[in-house]
């Protein structure tokens, strides 16, 4: 069935330093990639979103990039900081038109210390 | 700024008993999700509407849950008996044709 795996599932860093997440999915019909936030006892909220016609996609201090053939893409975080923790999610979806569910990654919990 | 809005935000009930959630999407989002989250692990999917019909119900466990959307607007989503492993993040999240899903804050239920 469709599966999407995230790595790492923890990640610490500094203050200042970047943060790279990873995410593998297994439906090559797969055409819209979202990334989500979601700090504790809140909603997840989209950060970023990069469909299948593009590589990468840059929002300020955020990128995502995209590699088809590898079926897989990834989320970078450059300068972090402290409020940059939180879980983030990578998902998958086949988007068409109205329908698409989207299959979501079990999470990387970022830790950004001062 | 429109929101999904849910409630309750949080539910104690006891195994065995009845339990309802419910969704009201962004207006005029036509699709309509309802996620749950255990604790440590990504939204999984278990409904899907697109107005009032069901689209995908797959990994529904349709022997206790049932989900409805009568008018195409609000949903609810309801769990008769609860079971201690019901215990989870329940998300409802909406959109509108290739837009992003806007999440509501979510019921957390708790089964004792």
């Known amino acids: 069935g469709e599966n999407v795996e995230q790595h790492p599932s923890t990640l610490s860093v500094q203050e200042g330093d970047s943060a790279v997440i990873k995410c593998t999915y297994s439906d090559s019909a797969s055409n819209y990639f979202p990334w989500y936030k979601q700090e504790l006892g809140k909603r997840p909220q989209l950060i970023i979103d990069i469909r299948s016609n593009v590589g990468e996609k840059k929002d300020q201090r955020i990128a995502v990039t995209l590699n088809k053939t590898a079926k897989h893409f990834s989320l970078h975080i450059t300068e972090t900081q402290p409020e940059d923790s939180a879980v983030y999610f990578c998902?998958?979806?086949?988007?068409?038109?109205?329908?698409?569910?989207?299959?979501f990654g079990q999470g990387t919990t970022l830790q950004v210390k001062p | 700024e429109a929101e999904v809005a849910q409630s309750p935000r949080y539910k104690i009930t006891e195994k065995s008993q009845a339990v309802a959630f419910w969704c009201d999407p962004i207006?005029?989002?036509?699709?309509l999700y309802w996620y749950r989250q255990i604790l440590g692990q990504g939204p999984e999917l278990l409904v899907q509407f697109q107005d009032e019909s069901v689209v995908d119900d797959s990994q529904l466990p349709k022997d206790r849950f049932s989900a409805e959307r009568l008018k195409g607007v609000d949903s609810t989503l309801k769990i008769q008996p609860a079971e201690l492993g019901d215990s989870a993040m329940y998300l409802c999240?909406?959109?509108?044709?290739?837009?992003?899903?806007?999440f509501g804050q979510g019921t957390r239920l708790t089964v004792v």
């Open positions: 207006s005029g989002h036509a699709t």
């Open positions: 998902a998958a979806s086949k988007r068409t038109g109205n329908t698409g569910k989207l299959i």
């Open positions: 999240a909406s959109r509108h044709p290739n837009t992003e899903a806007f």
